[in-house]
């Protein structure tokens, strides 16, 4: 059965960090993009991140470009967003999700996602 289990969320004060982890089971992992999305209350869900199927090739939302890393460990199965200087417009629900495609585009329809994970980001 194919499973994104996301993890590492929690509160964080401004200027924090946080790493998200997001496990994957029951699919071919690597012929897999992954991305990561958020949604915050009363807003659209919107891409944050992606990442290709080795690694090598990985995109931003220019909101969080420069703060946030994506990474993946395709031996792990698994897949970090690493979250720096975090602001309080970074409180959201952070999803991760898979497509399958060798490249990395958050406009891709993704195919499976996770139940996701609570970031909140306030002093």
């Known amino acids: 059965q194919l499973q994104l289990v996301e993890s590492g969320g929690g509160l964080v004060q401004p200027g924090g960090s946080l790493r998200l982890s997001c496990a994957a089971s029951?699919?071919?992992?690597?012929?897999?993009?992954i991305g990561w999305f958020r949604q915050a209350p009363g807003k659209e869900r919107e891409g944050v991140s992606c990442?290709?199927?080795?690694?090598?090739?990985?995109d931003y939302a220019d909101s969080v470009r420069d703060r946030f890393t994506i990474s993946r460990d395709n031996a792990k199965r698994m897949v970090y967003l690493q979250m720096n200087s975090l602001k309080p417009e970074d409180t959201a629900v952070y999803y991760c999700?898979?497509?399958?495609?060798?490249?990395?585009?958050?406009?891709?329809?993704?195919?499976?996602w996770g139940q996701g994970t609570q970031v909140t980001v306030s002093s």
């Open positions: 029951g699919f071919s992992f690597y012929t897999y993009a």
């Open positions: 990442i290709s199927t080795t690694g090598r090739r990985a």
């Open positions: 999700a898979a497509v399958r495609s060798l490249i990395c585009d958050l406009s891709n329809e993704y195919d499976y």
